[in-house]
């Protein structure tokens, strides 16, 4: 059973003890007028514990979908490559409803239990045989894949997102019906379909697994430090500082001297959080946008610093695209991110990441790549999807984030969705403290299968300070539960990544140093 899965039992069922506890003091004391005001407000807390993480994570709230009539197009097959065929380019509006959350369309939802169908147009250049797998969830529903006079039926879709294997259909050369017809059980939600020939598929796994890396040093780290630190980043208090000034503040000693004395074996640093902005000279971003880099490398001396003292560095980077905490149009528009075809964006993203990745050479030893579904659906934002390709190059992508250095790792970060690309080497984790069963430090099977275990959680309120006027919260843990969180990770060799909110200077929350330096003790004994 998922822990979401639990948590709505275990809170269901003691809702119904107590509303029957609550019926029998209620007909033997008289006090319904008391007790039934409190019960309902209870009920309606237990509700909200209930429900699913998504339900209640601001980063992921529900945004209006773009205006404009959408597109049923016919969707351009490619015999070389997984097709990702999503939900929202299908033919729905019937029986399906679009979930769009901070900017994107992130799964489909059907209308009733069923059945419910949708249709998509599909041009393939020449016949051919194809695997197909749905990526969904749903606890004990049933999905029917029909093509060209040939149908298959999957099992019984089992708790959380994960990819369902449908069997292989028949394409012919030009225009193809494919039907999704789903009979729901619970609650059941649909992100796309992936067609690829079984050839193909063969290859580019092996292609993968090649390039694929599994280092000692990631995989017994214990744990590291996270930040989110961009041209948002605010002082306790007063205005925000000029982009250059800001970055020539930067207190680089400061920060170097509190990662060490935290413990941290390495640093996930964040070189962008929604705006375009980096902090070092990188000549492929100031051709395309100018006024976005800095003169200080601080990216750099940063990389020194920490390689100096034996502590790994990974980049987050987050490519721009719009979202519920910022919105960069400039840089968008200028890197063709708001086009329906989205190739020559990548073609700003490989330029941009593989600069920074021979720049900085064996300092850089990995990538950490948010907005994954972005990458998985080039069409997210509904535009029409006969432009333009339908997913992200990953390979060309995975091989321009290992410029400088092939053994660097890189991870898509897919929220709680399965893997979407093979083309990695660990699991980005997001708001993940611990897992079982791995072997290891890898996932066995299942949604995650064959990548490196690794979680990342906000230490104290948010990802990042970008609140105005205000200080940093007091840590969320106790030395007892993060001593307890990263010995777990320890003996299950996969690394935890401990998110901090810093202020405009560097600086970060004097108790989170404190805890820290505690955490240090125990698990590093020094």
Same mark, same amino acid.
């Given at each position: 059973?998922?822990?979401s899965?639990?948590k709505?039992?275990?809170?269901?069922?003691?809702?119904?003890?107590l509303?029957?506890f609550?019926?029998r003091?209620?007909g033997?004391?008289q006090?319904k007028?008391?007790?039934?005001?409190?019960?309902?407000?209870?009920?309606a807390?237990l509700?909200?514990?209930?429900a699913e993480?998504?339900?209640s994570n601001?980063?992921?709230?529900?945004?209006?979908?773009?205006s404009?009539?959408?597109?049923?197009a016919?969707l351009p097959i490619?015999?070389?490559?997984?097709?990702?065929?999503?939900?929202?380019?299908?033919n729905?509006?019937s029986?399906?409803k679009s979930n769009?959350?901070n900017?994107m369309?992130?799964?489909m939802?059907p209308?009733?239990?069923g =059945?419910?169908?949708?249709?998509?147009?599909?041009?393939?250049p020449?016949d051919g045989?194809?695997d197909?797998s749905?990526?969904?969830?749903?606890?004990?529903?049933?999905l029917t894949?029909t093509?060209?006079d040939?149908?298959?039926?999957?099992a019984a879709?089992g708790?959380?997102?994960?990819?369902i294997?449908l069997g292989t259909?028949p394409?012919?050369?030009?225009?193809n019906?494919?039907?999704l017809?789903v009979?729901?059980a619970?609650r059941?939600q649909?992100d796309?379909?992936d067609l690829?020939?079984?050839?193909?598929?063969?290859?580019?796994l092996?292609?993968?697994?090649?390039m694929?890396?599994?280092?000692?040093?990631?995989k017994?780290?214990?744990?590291?430090l996270?930040?989110?630190?961009t041209n948002r980043?605010t002082?306790?208090e007063?205005?925000i500082k000029p982009?250059?000034?800001k970055?020539?503040?930067?207190d680089l000693k400061?920060?170097?001297?509190?990662v060490?004395e935290?413990?941290?074996?390495?640093?996930l640093?964040s070189?962008?959080?929604?705006n375009?902005?980096?902090?070092?000279p990188?000549?492929?971003?100031?051709a395309?946008?100018?006024?976005?880099t800095?003169k200080?490398?601080?990216?750099g001396e940063?990389a020194?610093?920490?390689q100096?003292r034996?502590?790994?560095?990974?980049?987050?980077?987050?490519?721009g695209?719009d979202?519920?905490?910022?919105?960069d149009?400039?840089?968008m528009?200028?890197?063709?991110?708001y086009?329906?075809d989205?190739?020559?964006?990548?073609q700003s993203w490989?330029?941009?990441v593989?600069?920074?990745?021979?720049?900085?050479g064996?300092k850089?030893?990995? &990538?950490?790549?948010d907005g994954?579904?972005?990458?998985y659906?080039?069409h997210?934002?509904n535009?029409p999807g006969?432009?333009g390709?339908l997913s992200?190059?990953f390979?060309?992508?995975t091989?321009?984030a290992?410029?400088?250095?092939?053994e660097?790792?890189?991870?898509?970060n897919p &929220?709680?969705?399965?893997?979407?690309t093979?083309?990695?080497?660990y699991?980005?984790?997001e708001g993940?403290q611990?897992?079982?069963?791995?072997q290891d430090?890898?996932?066995p099977?299942? =949604?995650?299968s064959?990548l490196?275990?690794?979680g990342?959680?906000i230490?104290?309120r948010? &990802?990042?300070?970008?609140?105005?006027n205000?200080v940093?919260?007091k840590p969320?843990?106790?030395l007892?539960?993060l001593?307890?969180?990263?010995?777990?990770?320890q003996?299950?060799?996969?690394p935890l990544?401990i998110?901090?909110?810093?202020?405009?200077?560097?600086?970060?929350? =004097?108790?989170?140093v404190s805890?820290?330096?505690e955490?240090?003790?125990?698990?590093?004994?020094k």
């Amino acid at each position: 059973m998922t822990f979401s899965s639990w948590k709505m039992n275990k809170y269901y069922y003691k809702e119904v003890e107590l509303i029957a506890f609550f019926s029998r003091v209620n007909g033997k004391c008289q006090m319904k007028k008391i007790l039934m005001p409190c019960l309902l407000l209870l009920s309606a807390t237990l509700s909200l514990l209930a429900a699913e993480p998504h339900e209640s994570n601001p980063d992921y709230a529900v945004t209006n979908v773009p205006s404009g009539v959408r597109v049923f197009a016919s969707l351009p097959i490619n015999p070389e490559g997984i097709n990702v065929v999503a939900g929202n380019l299908g033919n729905y509006e019937s029986d399906f409803k679009s979930n769009f959350r901070n900017h994107m369309n992130l799964w489909m939802e059907p209308k009733s239990t069923g =059945p419910c169908r949708i249709e998509w147009k599909l041009h393939a250049p020449a016949d051919g045989l194809y695997d197909v797998s749905a990526v969904a969830s749903g606890t004990g529903s049933r999905l029917t894949l029909t093509c060209n006079d040939e149908k298959q039926d999957s099992a019984a879709v089992g708790n959380g997102w994960d990819r369902i294997a449908l069997g292989t259909i028949p394409l012919k050369a030009g225009e193809n019906v494919l039907q999704l017809d789903v009979e729901a059980a619970k609650r059941f939600q649909f992100d796309a379909i992936d067609l690829v020939k079984p050839a193909v598929k063969a290859a580019l796994l092996k292609d993968a697994l090649a390039m694929r890396k599994s280092p000692d040093w990631f995989k017994d780290a214990g744990y590291g430090l996270m930040f989110q630190w961009t041209n948002r980043a605010t002082p306790p208090e007063g205005p925000i500082k000029p982009w250059e000034e800001k970055v020539n503040d930067f207190d680089l000693k400061g920060f170097v001297k509190m990662v060490e004395e935290s413990g941290a074996a390495y640093v996930l640093w964040s070189i962008t959080w929604g705006n375009q902005y980096i902090s070092a000279p990188i000549k492929s971003l100031d051709a395309i946008l100018p006024g976005r880099t800095t003169k200080r490398d601080l990216l750099g001396e940063m990389a020194d610093a920490l390689q100096a003292r034996g502590i790994k560095l990974i980049f987050y980077y987050h490519y721009g695209y719009d979202c519920n905490h910022s919105i960069d149009a400039d840089w968008m528009k200028a890197s063709g991110g708001y086009k329906a075809d989205k190739t020559e964006f990548y073609q700003s993203w490989m330029a941009i990441v593989s600069e920074i990745g021979e720049r900085y050479g064996d300092k850089l030893n990995g &990538w950490w790549f948010d907005g994954g579904q972005r990458y998985y659906n080039c069409h997210f934002d509904n535009m029409p999807g006969d432009q333009g390709i339908l997913s992200a190059p990953f390979k060309e992508l995975t091989l321009a984030a290992k410029s400088g250095n092939p053994e660097r790792i890189v991870a898509y970060n897919p &929220w709680i969705k399965p893997r979407l690309t093979e083309y990695q080497d660990y699991y980005a984790g997001e708001g993940k403290q611990s897992f079982q069963g791995l072997q290891d430090g890898v996932f066995p099977s299942g =949604p995650q299968s064959g990548l490196m275990a690794h979680g990342c959680f906000i230490f104290e309120r948010r &990802w990042g300070h970008i609140q105005t006027n205000a200080v940093i919260e007091k840590p969320k843990f106790t030395l007892e539960q993060l001593t307890e969180k990263v010995r777990n990770a320890q003996k299950g060799r996969y690394p935890l990544s401990i998110n901090l909110e810093m202020y405009e200077d560097g600086s970060v929350s =004097p108790q989170s140093v404190s805890l820290l330096k505690e955490l240090r003790k125990e698990i590093r004994g020094k």
